[in-house]
Nanobody
Framework: QVQLVESGGGLVQAGGSLRLSCVAS????????MGWYRQAPGKQRELVAT???????NYADSVKGRCTIARDNAKKTVYLQMNSLKPEDTAVYYC???????????????WGQGTQVSVSS
């Protein structure tokens, strides 16, 4: 089964940095679009950043200039480098990966289990 395993979350002070990682495994022919989303308590899940197979990136306005999304296709991994963290960045961060599966070369999207990021003031 295709699985996404996230890591890198934790508790940091405002102004600190974290790097989140998400590794895909299982029956995967190709990893296509990858992205990070976050959900704070009482709020809806929102897009943080995405990166396409071709390397095109997109960021939410709230994180532009502070976050960088990157990918390692050989490792089937997507990263989110977060700098100058603010208390409002506190949320559970989820990776999302679209993969091409061997069966009929079908595309499917998968979610990671989530990793907690807490930023203290």
């Amino acid at each position: 089964q295709v699985q996404l395993v996230e890591s890198g979350g934790g508790l940091v002070q405002a102004g600190g940095s974290l790097r989140l990682s998400c590794v895909a495994s299982g029956p995967i022919l190709r990893v296509n679009d990858m992205g990070w989303y976050r959900q704070a308590p009482g709020k809806q899940r929102e897009l943080v950043a995405t990166i396409t197979l071709g390397g095109s990136t997109n960021y939410a306005d709230s994180v532009k200039g502070r976050c960088t999304i990157a990918r390692d296709n050989a490792k089937k991994t997507v990263y989110l480098q977060m700098n100058s963290l603010k208390p409002e960045d506190t949320a559970v961060y989820y990776c999302h990966v679209v993969v091409t599966r061997p069966f009929l070369q079908a595309e499917s999207g998968y979610w990671g289990q989530g990793t907690q990021v807490s930023v203290s003031s």
